[in-house]
């Protein structure tokens, strides 16, 4: 099932061409997007919870989110 798959009773065989690839390059560009921006806001909150246990860990310092999404993915 791909998301071209939903537009057959809109579009009809024209899913089969470059209408339907297109939806699905929208589709998964937008899936990672969004995956990638929940991943970042996250991030950014768990740093301002140990700002709030030490204050020495700077919420805005790039590599401390860069480390902590690199351990929240390889948790």
């Known amino acids: 099932m791909t998301m071209k798959s939903c537009f057959y009773p809109l579009m009809g065989d024209k899913i089969f061409g470059w209408m339907g690839d297109l939806i699905d390059i929208i589709s998964i560009m937008t899936t990672m997007f ?34 902590s999404i690199s351990i929240v993915n390889f948790l």
Not at 37 to 58: E, M, V
């Open 34 to 67: 969004g995956v990638c921006t929940s991943l970042g806001l996250g991030a950014r909150q768990l740093i301002s919870g140990f700002n709030l246990l030490n204050s020495d860990i700077d919420p805005n310092n790039i590599s401390i989110q860069v480390i």
